[in-house]
């Protein structure tokens, strides 16, 4: 008899992929051949999405469910007649796995176009000023991080992937942006407030705050150096950890967040600044040397440095 997987090993997408290729993708090739020609599906919320779930993830939102993303005049044509039907015809638990903590429904027919336009709080990006109006706030992007590190398990007609990779990465002079209100956190937080304020006031709240935003910061800035967006702060440590970086940088910053003396984390806050800056510099974001006589902490000369590098007027405004 075959060795059964432990239920803390089984992870929800490999559910929610099996879920639709051995009974949705069948059911929809017999019955529907023309619209399973043209449609996608796949999973683009959710820790399990990603690969980050564990038995904790298990309570809400978790087990055998799929997005179908369709043309929009296919899902102006029959997109709620075909969610009723496929949930009618949906069997009650899947590989001994039932949808927990989020209702009965497995299968959500959404239009591709409202998807993509989703991502961007409802229009599509189509400049860089656009894109900095779409995404205003740091953690928006994790959308755009879900749709790249998300799985596609179909995709008919190929649009849906095209369109994807359209949004792999963000355009040049966003990402410069990025690096600028990035850095202005990492001097803000760590390299100015904790190492030239906080450890000599010592107030253990401001204290707190401000390590874990510049903590923040560093994995953040570390994925953009990747080349990648970043997620919402729950699930950063488990994007981070996929960089061959955090193999140095990750017990640096558990350190910092430990119970070290303020002089310590102050030591380490500056050792992880001289880690980023050549990792900075070998990308191009910045260009050192820069003459600094006056002695200015200097990832904020990195941020000025950095916005006024960008040619456009909207994006070189921009709040990101």
């Known amino acids: 008899m075959p060795e059964q997987t432990p239920p803390s090993a089984t992870k929800g997408l490999d559910v929610s992929r099996a879920y639709f290729n051995e009974w949705a993708l069948p059911l929809l090739r017999e019955h529907k051949p023309d619209l ?22 298990r309570d809400h939102w978790w087990g055998p469910w799929f997005d179908l993303y369709l043309d929009q005049d296919d899902f102006d044509r029959e997109g709620k007649a075909l969610e009723t039907w496929l949930l009618e015809q949906a069997p009650k638990s899947f590989q001994g796995h039932t949808l927990s903590g989020g209702g009965t429904q497995t299968v959500n027919v959404c239009s591709a176009d409202a998807f993509f336009a989703g991502l961007f709080k409802g229009t599509l990006p189509k400049t860089p000023g656009d894109w900095v109006r779409a995404l205003p706030e740091p953690e928006s992007d994790t959308y755009l991080y879900f749709l790249r590190h998300g799985e596609l398990f179909y995709d008919g007609s190929c649009r849906f992937t095209e369109r994807r990779q359209s949004f792999h990465t963000y355009p040049p002079e966003v990402r410069q942006l990025r690096f600028a209100q990035l850095c202005f956190t990492i001097f803000h937080y760590g390299e100015y407030n904790f190492r030239w304020r906080l450890i000599r006031r010592g107030e253990p709240l401001a204290v707190q705050i401000a390590l874990g935003r510049f903590i923040e910061g560093v994995m953040r800035i570390c994925l953009l150096l990747d080349n990648d967006y970043s997620p919402y702060w729950k699930w950063l440590r488990f994007a981070f950890d996929q960089l061959p970086v955090a193999r140095e940088l990750a017990p640096m910053l558990e350190s910092l967040a430990g119970e070290p003396s303020r002089e310590e984390q102050g030591r380490i806050i500056l050792q992880i600044c001289e880690m980023l800056s050549p990792m900075l510099e070998s990308q191009g974001v910045v260009k050192l040397p820069i003459e600094n006589p006056w002695g200015i902490p200097w990832f904020c000369l990195y941020c000025d440095q950095i916005r006024a590098a960008i040619t456009d007027p909207e994006v070189r405004r921009g709040i990101f």
Do not use: H, N, W, Y
């Open 36 to 57: 399973a020609a043209r449609m996608a599906a796949g999973r683009f919320t959710g820790s399990d999405s990603i690969g980050a779930d564990d038995m904790l993830s």
